[in-house]
């Protein structure tokens, strides 16, 4: 039998089968590659030991350096910041604790469990906020298009001299001006993700629990999120063996343009944009190319139309709300990436295989019903969502029929209020692997006359 070289193995614990493919000798050509690929350097006295498994990593790394132009090189156009402290900001009086629904944006200033990947609208503050863990999920279907999740701080001080405290860019003034990338701070190098980025809309702020980043150019912006949101990427971040996601890290990035762009920034478009304060975001960057595009699975759950019923302005049916298509939505940026990259499908798979041991176990305990909804996950960060296992044990094996799950949302202004929630049968998995294969070879063939 193939021995399992992941991190981690069927089980979930360590894993340390031996393998030849282990082993790895560094001469001075792989001190090299690591000292360009993340330090920028050809000096092999600056190449730091990232944190790889087997020697077909290198090869995944020799890609990523083959690609030549990073974040780094489009400074002029591009900036990060921290914006609010959250204690010294506190102390100085420049934002107070206020654990609130937002009364328009500048009252809104995120903290770093509010986002998920590709998700602005990830968790909501509950009224008592003291813990990582005393947030709500959102579901996406249930709220309003004008809505905002609950959140921690406001600012302290009047509004214009609230204004003159945030920084200024070249091109557009003050940054909070623009839409952003936030992505979290801390990098959770063990976890189901490491990089978490999403994009806010203008008037809003974040606390330095989140790293912005603003861009000149929004097609750049929303290429770059797209970007963010994938694997690949995220592989990038965590073979760093960085606690913080600071500047120096993000210069690392690559910054890759390609015939992929369109398809990757649609996606992060349809992620991204949940609420009418990213009307102007989608509106200035639609193209009727985007009514062309087509799921690359088949699945009765996702529907071309989808797509082809897109249209200029934004509407709350624009975006990606099952959980089902924002996870398809997910792998199709996972794909695109890669070949934007330049790597290939046995190279994705190996990243995934090898450096998600989480993401793996997440997607083999997490089940949709044939609306989209996960009815149950084992995903700790999705706490409350979905049937208890208990209670999904009963159900699992049910080939048809409806079944009904009674809660109490309190992530809305006027909650808690009762929600009902319909589940369809049969509920069914996900592989991801062999959805990287079917989606693979299909962008393969669509893409190749382009």
Not at 159 to 185: F, P, T
Not at 319 to 348: H, K, P, W
Not at 355 to 363: A, D, G, K, N, R
Request: hydrophobic fraction near 35%; charge should be neutral; aromatic fraction near 10%.
């Amino acid at each position: 039998m193939k021995k399992q070289l992941g991190i981690k193995n069927d089980k979930g614990d360590w894993n340390t089968n031996g393998s030849p493919r282990r082993i790895i000798h560094f001469d001075k050509e792989k001190l090299c590659l690591l000292a360009q690929v993340f330090d920028g350097s050809n000096n092999i006295k600056d190449a730091k030991l990232s944190a790889i498994q087997l020697r077909e990593e290198l090869d995944i790394l020799r890609t990523f350096n083959n690609v030549k132009t990073t974040l780094s090189s489009i400074d002029e156009k591009f900036m990060i910041m921290e914006m609010w402290h959250e204690t010294n900001s506190q102390k100085s009086g420049d934002i107070i604790r206020n654990i609130h629904f937002a009364h328009n944006g500048f009252d809104r200033i995120y903290s770093g469990p509010h986002i998920g990947v590709g998700n602005p609208l990830f968790k909501s503050s509950r009224r008592i906020c003291k813990l990582n863990s005393d947030y709500d999920n959102i579901d996406l279907l249930n709220v309003d298009f004008n809505y905002s999740q609950r959140i921690n701080y406001s600012p302290a001080k009047k509004h214009n001299e609230y204004m003159k405290l945030i920084a200024e860019n070249s091109w557009s003034g003050k940054v909070i001006n623009d839409y952003r990338i936030v992505a979290r701070k801390m990098l959770n190098l063990g976890g189901e993700r490491t990089l978490i980025a999403a994009i806010i809309p203008p008037k809003t702020s974040h606390i330095n629990g989140l790293l912005g980043f603003d861009f000149k150019d929004e097609n750049d912006l929303v290429l770059a999120e797209a970007m963010f949101s994938s694997l690949p990427f995220d592989y990038f971040v965590r073979t760093l063996n960085k606690g913080n996601l600071q500047p120096n890290v993000v210069a690392k990035l690559p910054y890759v343009t390609s015939k992929y762009n369109s398809a990757l920034c649609l996606r992060a478009l349809m992620l991204n944009c949940l609420s009418e304060e990213y009307s102007q975001l989608w509106e200035r960057l639609y193209k009727k190319e985007y009514n062309e595009n087509k799921w690359a699975k088949e699945d009765k759950r996702l529907s071309d139309l989808k797509f082809s019923n897109l249209k200029s302005c934004l509407t709350f049916e624009t975006s990606c709300r099952t959980d089902f298509e924002r996870r398809q939505i997910l792998v199709e940026i996972d794909v695109l990436t890669s070949m934007a990259l330049g790597m290939t499908l046995q190279q994705l798979q190996t990243i995934y295989k090898i450096q998600f041991p989480v993401l793996q176990s997440y997607e083999d305990d997490t089940w949709y019903d044939q609306n989209g909804r996960i009815a149950f996950t084992n995903n700790r960060s999705m706490t409350g969502v979905g049937f208890t296992r208990k209670d999904f044990e009963v159900i699992k094996n049910e080939k048809n029929g409806e079944f009904i799950l009674e809660i109490e949302d309190d992530t809305v202004v006027d909650g808690p209020v009762k929600r009902t929630i319909r589940y369809k049968a049969p509920f069914t998995k996900c592989n991801r692997e062999k959805d990287y294969e079917e989606v693979w070879h299909n962008f393969e063939e669509r893409f190749a006359n382009i």
